[in-house]
């Protein structure tokens, strides 16, 4: 059974930084690609990071240039390092694992919430 699970979610000021993990079990992830979405109350779940098997990474407009995403194989993690947090970036942070176009798995999430 494969299972994803999020942490590192929290509280935080605006300017400050987080960082999130996401443990995969039930499947080694070296082969596949690796996402984190995020859905704010009232708006649809939008990409915010994803790295490929090899390390590529690609980010959505809104985490470019402050977050970073990583992956650990060894550990059957990744990472989602975020800087500079805004109050826009308050979401709950979905961790994705992408078999194929039809078969992926979610974790249920970590809330983050950044004040102004």
């Known amino acids: 059974q494969v299972r994803l699970v999020e942490s590192g979610g929290g509280l935080v000021q605006a300017g400050e930084s987080l960082s999130l993990s996401c443990v995969a079990s039930?499947?080694?992830?070296?082969?596949?690609?690796m996402n984190w979405f995020r859905q704010a109350p009232g708006k649809q779940r939008e990409l915010v990071a994803g790295?490929?098997?090899?390390?590529?990474?690609n980010y959505g407009d809104s985490a470019k240039g402050r977050f970073t995403i990583s992956r650990d194989n060894t550990r059957n993690t990744v990472y989602l390092q975020m800087n500079t947090l805004k109050p826009e970036d308050t979401a709950v942070y979905y961790c994705?694992?992408?078999?194929?176009?039809?078969?992926?798995?979610w974790g249920r999430g970590t809330q983050v919430t950044v004040s102004s």
């Open positions: 994705h694992l992408q078999i194929d176009p039809g078969i992926y798995f």
């Open positions: 790295v490929s098997s090899s390390g590529s990474t």
């Open positions: 039930g499947i080694s992830i070296t082969d596949y690609a």
